[in-house]
Protein backbone atom coordinates (compact mmCIF):
# COMPACT_ATOMS: atom_id res chain seq x y z
CA UNK A 1 0.00 0.00 0.00
CA UNK A 2 1.12 3.68 -0.97
CA UNK A 3 0.31 5.82 1.37
CA UNK A 4 -0.85 9.19 0.81
CA UNK A 5 1.12 11.87 3.20
CA UNK A 6 -0.67 14.70 1.63
CA UNK A 7 -3.06 16.04 0.02
CA UNK A 8 -4.09 19.88 -1.27
CA UNK A 9 -6.75 21.24 -3.66
CA UNK A 10 -4.58 23.57 -5.83
CA UNK A 11 -8.03 24.65 -7.55
CA UNK A 12 -11.80 23.49 -8.22
CA UNK A 13 -11.96 19.77 -8.79
CA UNK A 14 -7.55 19.79 -9.09
CA UNK A 15 -5.33 18.13 -6.18
CA UNK A 16 -1.96 17.43 -5.24
CA UNK A 17 -1.08 14.58 -3.52
CA UNK A 18 2.42 13.43 -2.31
CA UNK A 19 2.92 9.48 -2.19
CA UNK A 20 4.86 6.93 -0.04
CA UNK A 21 6.51 5.18 -3.21
CA UNK A 22 10.20 4.49 -2.33
CA UNK A 23 10.58 2.49 -5.16
CA UNK A 24 9.55 4.97 -7.92
CA UNK A 25 10.94 7.95 -6.25
CA UNK A 26 14.64 6.25 -6.07
CA UNK A 27 14.66 5.54 -9.85
CA UNK A 28 12.37 8.31 -11.63
CA UNK A 29 12.88 10.98 -13.82
CA UNK A 30 11.24 13.87 -15.49
CA UNK A 31 8.91 13.05 -17.98
CA UNK A 32 7.84 9.84 -16.50
CA UNK A 33 4.47 8.61 -15.33
CA UNK A 34 3.09 6.30 -13.04
CA UNK A 35 -0.50 4.21 -12.92
CA UNK A 36 -2.57 4.60 -9.67
CA UNK A 37 -5.41 2.38 -8.65
CA UNK A 38 -7.12 3.43 -5.79
CA UNK A 39 -8.32 -0.64 -4.63
CA UNK A 40 -7.91 -4.06 -6.73
CA UNK A 41 -10.66 -3.70 -8.66
CA UNK A 42 -10.94 0.23 -9.79
CA UNK A 43 -9.50 1.78 -13.04
CA UNK A 44 -6.52 2.19 -13.74
CA UNK A 45 -5.05 5.80 -14.14
CA UNK A 46 -2.09 7.18 -16.04
CA UNK A 47 -0.31 10.53 -14.10
CA UNK A 48 2.93 12.53 -15.21
CA UNK A 49 5.13 12.64 -11.83
CA UNK A 50 4.68 16.46 -11.12
CA UNK A 51 7.93 15.93 -8.04
CA UNK A 52 9.70 13.51 -6.55
CA UNK A 53 11.61 13.06 -3.20
CA UNK A 54 14.05 10.47 -3.48
CA UNK A 55 15.45 11.37 0.31
CA UNK A 56 11.61 10.97 1.81
CA UNK A 57 10.77 8.56 -0.82
CA UNK A 58 7.76 10.55 -2.14
CA UNK A 59 5.97 11.46 -5.36
CA UNK A 60 4.35 14.27 -6.04
CA UNK A 61 1.12 13.01 -8.45
CA UNK A 62 -1.33 16.12 -9.67
CA UNK A 63 -4.88 15.40 -11.13
CA UNK A 64 -7.97 16.15 -11.98
CA UNK A 65 -11.84 15.18 -10.99
CA UNK A 66 -12.81 13.83 -14.75
CA UNK A 67 -15.22 10.57 -13.61
CA UNK A 68 -15.56 7.94 -11.54
CA UNK A 69 -12.19 6.45 -10.91
CA UNK A 70 -10.84 10.08 -10.57
CA UNK A 71 -13.47 11.22 -7.98
CA UNK A 72 -12.64 8.32 -6.05
CA UNK A 73 -9.21 9.81 -5.73
CA UNK A 74 -10.17 12.59 -4.94
CA UNK A 75 -12.12 11.19 -2.01
CA UNK A 76 -9.11 9.93 -0.68
CA UNK A 77 -7.88 11.84 2.26
CA UNK A 78 -3.64 12.29 4.08
CA UNK A 79 -3.46 8.49 6.03
CA UNK A 80 -5.13 6.90 3.32
CA UNK A 81 -3.60 4.58 0.90
CA UNK A 82 -3.61 3.84 -2.84
CA UNK A 83 -3.71 0.15 -3.72
CA UNK A 84 -1.18 0.49 -6.71
CA UNK A 85 1.08 2.77 -7.62
CA UNK A 86 2.81 1.71 -10.43
CA UNK A 87 6.53 3.14 -11.93
CA UNK A 88 8.38 4.90 -13.67
CA UNK A 89 6.89 4.44 -16.33
CA UNK A 90 7.55 5.32 -19.89
CA UNK A 91 10.72 7.39 -20.97
CA UNK A 92 12.37 10.41 -19.63
CA UNK A 93 12.50 13.77 -21.26
CA UNK A 94 15.36 13.59 -23.62
CA UNK A 95 16.97 16.35 -21.74
CA UNK A 96 18.41 13.84 -18.97
CA UNK A 97 20.52 12.44 -21.36
CA UNK A 98 22.51 15.73 -21.94
CA UNK A 99 25.36 17.69 -20.04
CA UNK A 100 24.53 20.42 -18.24
CA UNK A 101 27.26 22.63 -20.35
CA UNK A 102 25.19 21.14 -23.70
CA UNK A 103 21.60 22.53 -22.27
CA UNK A 104 22.99 25.53 -20.95
CA UNK A 105 23.70 26.50 -24.73
CA UNK A 106 19.95 25.76 -25.71
CA UNK A 107 17.32 28.19 -25.02
CA UNK A 108 14.69 26.05 -23.93
CA UNK A 109 10.66 27.16 -24.14
CA UNK A 110 8.11 25.03 -22.24
CA UNK A 111 4.50 25.42 -22.83
CA UNK A 112 2.28 24.05 -20.57
CA UNK A 113 -1.78 24.14 -20.92
CA UNK A 114 -4.06 23.61 -18.08
CA UNK A 115 -3.02 20.17 -15.74
CA UNK A 116 -0.25 20.11 -18.59
CA UNK A 117 1.82 22.36 -15.82
CA UNK A 118 2.14 19.44 -13.49
CA UNK A 119 4.41 17.78 -16.34
CA UNK A 120 6.35 20.57 -17.24
CA UNK A 121 7.38 21.59 -13.19
CA UNK A 122 9.47 18.37 -12.46
CA UNK A 123 11.51 19.77 -16.33
CA UNK A 124 12.19 23.35 -15.68
CA UNK A 125 12.80 22.65 -11.99
CA UNK A 126 15.26 19.66 -12.74
CA UNK A 127 17.28 22.02 -15.85
CA UNK A 128 17.04 24.89 -13.23
CA UNK A 129 18.79 23.08 -10.54
CA UNK A 130 21.63 22.34 -13.08
CA UNK A 131 21.84 26.04 -13.63
CA UNK A 132 19.75 25.87 -16.94
CA UNK A 133 17.22 28.67 -17.30
CA UNK A 134 14.36 28.03 -19.56
CA UNK A 135 11.53 30.18 -20.24
CA UNK A 136 7.85 28.80 -19.38
CA UNK A 137 4.53 29.56 -20.56
CA UNK A 138 1.43 28.60 -18.52
CA UNK A 139 -2.09 28.81 -19.98
CA UNK A 140 -5.32 28.26 -18.69
CA UNK A 141 -8.94 29.08 -19.29
CA UNK A 142 -9.28 31.40 -16.42
CA UNK A 143 -7.55 32.57 -13.38
CA UNK A 144 -9.35 30.02 -11.02
CA UNK A 145 -7.96 26.98 -12.72
CA UNK A 146 -3.95 28.34 -13.23
CA UNK A 147 -2.46 25.50 -10.84
CA UNK A 148 1.99 25.47 -9.86
CA UNK A 149 1.94 29.22 -10.13
CA UNK A 150 4.48 29.96 -7.51
CA UNK A 151 6.16 26.79 -8.16
CA UNK A 152 7.07 27.28 -11.33
CA UNK A 153 7.77 31.26 -10.75
CA UNK A 154 10.09 29.46 -8.78
CA UNK A 155 12.51 27.40 -11.39
CA UNK A 156 11.77 29.30 -14.70
CA UNK A 157 14.18 32.14 -16.42
CA UNK A 158 11.04 34.01 -17.34
CA UNK A 159 7.03 32.74 -16.32
CA UNK A 160 4.67 34.18 -18.82
CA UNK A 161 0.82 33.93 -17.82
CA UNK A 162 -1.82 33.44 -19.96
CA UNK A 163 -5.73 33.08 -19.65
CA UNK A 164 -8.33 32.80 -22.70
CA UNK A 165 -10.34 35.24 -20.42
CA UNK A 166 -7.81 37.89 -19.99
CA UNK A 167 -8.93 37.53 -16.32
CA UNK A 168 -4.88 37.04 -15.34
CA UNK A 169 -1.82 37.88 -17.12
CA UNK A 170 -1.94 37.81 -20.92
CA UNK A 171 -5.48 37.25 -22.65
CA UNK A 172 -5.84 34.85 -25.24
CA UNK A 173 -4.28 31.45 -26.20
CA UNK A 174 -0.42 30.38 -25.46
CA UNK A 175 -0.15 30.58 -29.30
CA UNK A 176 -0.85 34.05 -29.22
CA UNK A 177 2.34 34.41 -26.62
CA UNK A 178 4.70 32.12 -28.31
CA UNK A 179 3.97 34.84 -31.33
CA UNK A 180 3.97 37.46 -29.20
CA UNK A 181 7.48 36.33 -27.33
CA UNK A 182 9.10 35.45 -31.47
CA UNK A 183 7.81 39.24 -32.17
CA UNK A 184 9.58 40.54 -29.53
CA UNK A 185 12.97 39.21 -30.53
CA UNK A 186 13.02 35.89 -28.17
CA UNK A 187 14.54 33.33 -30.04
CA UNK A 188 14.39 29.50 -28.80
CA UNK A 189 16.44 26.54 -30.15
CA UNK A 190 13.74 23.53 -28.58
CA UNK A 191 9.98 23.95 -27.66
CA UNK A 192 8.74 21.69 -25.44
CA UNK A 193 4.66 21.77 -25.31
CA UNK A 194 2.50 19.84 -22.80
CA UNK A 195 -1.63 20.15 -22.10
CA UNK A 196 -4.29 18.81 -24.04
CA UNK A 197 -4.47 17.40 -27.43
CA UNK A 198 -5.77 20.44 -29.27
CA UNK A 199 -3.36 23.09 -27.91
CA UNK A 200 -0.38 20.75 -28.39
CA UNK A 201 -1.69 20.26 -32.15
CA UNK A 202 -1.79 24.29 -32.82
CA UNK A 203 1.73 25.11 -30.79
CA UNK A 204 3.58 22.51 -33.26
CA UNK A 205 1.48 24.44 -36.15
CA UNK A 206 2.65 27.37 -35.04
CA UNK A 207 6.15 26.58 -34.15
CA UNK A 208 6.71 24.50 -37.45
CA UNK A 209 5.94 27.37 -39.02
CA UNK A 210 8.79 29.53 -36.97
CA UNK A 211 11.37 26.33 -37.72
CA UNK A 212 11.21 25.81 -34.20
CA UNK A 213 11.64 21.90 -33.35
CA UNK A 214 8.67 20.69 -30.43
CA UNK A 215 8.40 17.74 -28.16
CA UNK A 216 5.00 17.45 -27.09
CA UNK A 217 4.32 14.73 -24.51
CA UNK A 218 1.03 12.58 -25.29
CA UNK A 219 -1.52 11.41 -22.71
CA UNK A 220 -3.74 9.00 -25.08
CA UNK A 221 -5.95 6.26 -23.01
CA UNK A 222 -3.84 4.28 -21.60
CA UNK A 223 -4.76 0.75 -19.85
CA UNK A 224 -1.47 -1.35 -19.41
CA UNK A 225 0.99 1.23 -19.57
CA UNK A 226 3.74 -1.79 -20.79
CA UNK A 227 2.55 -1.60 -24.50
CA UNK A 228 0.67 -4.46 -24.39
CA UNK A 229 -2.72 -3.50 -24.96
CA UNK A 230 -2.22 -0.62 -27.97
CA UNK A 231 -5.00 1.25 -26.23
CA UNK A 232 -2.49 4.52 -26.17
CA UNK A 233 -1.44 3.89 -29.86
CA UNK A 234 -0.42 6.93 -31.90
CA UNK A 235 1.19 7.70 -35.31
CA UNK A 236 3.94 9.61 -35.55
CA UNK A 237 6.38 10.36 -38.69
CA UNK A 238 3.77 7.62 -40.54
CA UNK A 239 4.80 5.07 -37.75
CA UNK A 240 2.45 3.04 -35.34
CA UNK A 241 3.91 3.76 -31.47
CA UNK A 242 2.58 3.39 -28.27
CA UNK A 243 2.77 6.53 -25.87
CA UNK A 244 3.67 4.29 -22.92
CA UNK A 245 6.69 2.30 -23.93
CA UNK A 246 7.77 4.97 -26.98
CA UNK A 247 6.78 7.94 -25.25
CA UNK A 248 5.20 9.84 -23.25
CA UNK A 249 7.44 12.71 -25.46
CA UNK A 250 7.89 12.72 -29.20
CA UNK A 251 8.94 15.11 -32.13
CA UNK A 252 4.97 16.85 -32.15
CA UNK A 253 5.92 17.98 -35.88
CA UNK A 254 5.38 14.45 -36.79
CA UNK A 255 2.51 13.59 -34.66
CA UNK A 256 -0.90 12.77 -35.97
CA UNK A 257 -3.18 14.78 -33.83
CA UNK A 258 -6.19 14.35 -35.89
CA UNK A 259 -6.18 10.91 -35.52
CA UNK A 260 -5.07 10.87 -31.69
CA UNK A 261 -8.02 12.92 -30.91
CA UNK A 262 -10.15 10.93 -33.10
CA UNK A 263 -9.05 7.77 -31.47
CA UNK A 264 -9.23 9.23 -28.05
CA UNK A 265 -12.57 10.22 -28.34
CA UNK A 266 -14.52 7.00 -30.53
CA UNK A 267 -12.43 4.25 -28.00
CA UNK A 268 -14.52 5.07 -25.50
CA UNK A 269 -17.62 2.92 -26.51
CA UNK A 270 -18.18 -0.37 -27.55
CA UNK A 271 -18.89 0.29 -31.40
CA UNK A 272 -16.17 2.70 -31.82
CA UNK A 273 -13.64 -0.06 -30.14
CA UNK A 274 -14.83 -2.48 -32.74
CA UNK A 275 -14.65 0.37 -35.46
CA UNK A 276 -11.07 0.60 -34.54
CA UNK A 277 -10.39 -3.13 -34.68
CA UNK A 278 -11.54 -2.98 -37.82
CA UNK A 279 -10.09 0.27 -39.44
CA UNK A 280 -6.51 -0.96 -37.66
CA UNK A 281 -6.81 -4.65 -38.63
CA UNK A 282 -3.50 -6.85 -37.99
CA UNK A 283 -2.14 -3.36 -36.46
CA UNK A 284 -4.62 -3.47 -33.58
CA UNK A 285 -3.44 -4.88 -30.42
CA UNK A 286 -6.92 -5.58 -28.80
CA UNK A 287 -4.68 -6.48 -25.84
CA UNK A 288 -7.01 -4.06 -23.67
CA UNK A 289 -9.32 -6.85 -22.83
CA UNK A 290 -12.11 -4.35 -24.04
CA UNK A 291 -12.40 -4.78 -27.93
CA UNK A 292 -12.51 -8.22 -28.32
CA UNK A 293 -9.93 -8.17 -31.13
Not at 32 to 37: D, G, K, L, S
Request: charged residues 25%; aromatic residues 6%.
Amino acid sequence: MYKILKKRELTTNIYLMDVEAKRVAKSCEPGQFVIVRTDAESERIPLTICDYDRAAGTVTIVFQTVGAATRMMADLQEGDAFHDFVGPLGCPSELVKETPEALKQKRILFVAGGVGAAPVYPQVKWLHERGVEADVIVGSKTKDLLILEKEMEAVAGNLYVTTDDGSYGRKGMVTQTIQDLVAEGKQYDLCIAIGPMIMMKFVCLLTKELGLPTVVSLNPIMVDGTGMCGACRVTVGGKVKFACVDGPEFDGHQVNFDEAMRRQTIYKTAEGRAMLALEEGATHHGGCGNCNS
